[in-house]
Structure formats: structure tokens, C-alpha cells
């Protein structure tokens, strides 16, 4: 795949992990039932609920792996698209594509977690746990980070500008 390309994949994807971030956000990801009370959660009401059940620091892991990391994954990976052909910051931006590269194997994690909590909690009439739209706009926004990284090479940082 000629470098072009990967840097037009890599922008494609960050502008639709950014545009699909809202939703994940904003939609339910998952619903849990218990003794036939409905609640529907969005990530950001999961931590809330989380806090509220007395488990803060559960809700703070929650909120940064939920929310916090992947807006900085998306807010890097725009930084580093948006320097492109500068010479400007390059050893940062090859430490921060690094760093993202560490983190990307980890990004799934809420996505596993939710399938588990989903097959796990299935008690009948007392309780239960059904994933939600959110959660496929969630695991696009990660697989989309993921993808981006992964297009973006070191070297298309260390390149020099095609003028």
C-alpha cells in the first residue's frame, strides 16, 4: 500500500471515529434489567451507576477507558494527521503513534467485558443484561482508532513533504 493511501485511510478513519463518537456517547450501550426494573445505561450513566452503587474507582477505570481514552486516541491521531509533511514535533509524534500502538491492544477491553456481562447476566425474570446500539457505535469508534494507527506508519511522520 503506497503511503498516499495510507495517509488518506488514516484521515478517513479518525474523521469517522470522530463523527461516530458522539453517538457512542450518547446512545444506550447496554440495558439491565433486575427484578423488572429497566435501566437503560450509556457509557457516561454506567460510570454514573457505578459511582452511585459506592465502587468510585471502578467508575473512574470505567470512565477512562470508556471515555477518556479514546477521545485523546482520536484527539492524537488528528494531531499527528494534522502536522503531516512538518517537521515540526517528530520524535513526539513517533513516541505518541508508540503509545497508541500499546494502547490499541488493550481498546477492546470494554467491548470483551460487555459480551461477557451480557452472556453472564442472563438470570431469567430477576435479572438481566442486553447490549445496545451504543455498544456497536463504541466498537467502531475503537476499531477505527485501531485501523488508524495502524495505517499511520512511523515513517510516513519521518518522510520528508512532497511538494
Known amino acids: 500500500m503506497t503511503d ?28 439491565i434489567t433486575v427484578a423488572g426494573e429497566v435501566d437503560p445505561l450509556t457509557v457516561m450513566g454506567g460510570v454514573q451507576e457505578l459511582y452511585d ?38 520524535p513526539q509524534r513517533t513516541a505518541a503513534l508508540r503509545v497508541l500502538h500499546q494502547i490499541g491492544t488493550w481498546s477492546m477491553i470494554d467491548i470483551f467485558l460487555l459480551s461477557v456481562l451480557t452472556a453472564v447476566g442472563q438470570l431469567g425474570i430477576l435479572a438481566s443484561v442486553q447490549a445496545e446500539p451504543g455498544a456497536l457505535f463504541f466498537a467502531v469508534v475503537l476499531l477505527c482508532t485501531l485501523f488508524a494507527a495502524d495505517f499511520y506508519k512511523p515513517r510516513l511522520i519521518w518522510r520528508e513533504a512532497v511538494r
Open 53 to 90: 452503587s459506592g465502587l468510585p474507582v471502578v467508575a473512574g477505570v470505567v470512565f477512562l477507558a470508556s471515555v477518556v481514552v479514546p477521545f485523546l486516541k482520536l484527539a492524537c491521531l488528528s494531531w499527528m494527521l494534522l502536522l503531516q509533511d512538518s517537521d515540526i514535533l517528530r
Open 4 to 31: 498516499p493511501v495510507r495517509l488518506e485511510l488514516a484521515r478517513a478513519l479518525v474523521v469517522a471515529g470522530l463523527i461516530l463518537y458522539v453517538p457512542a456517547n450518547a446512545l444506550p450501550v447496554m440495558t
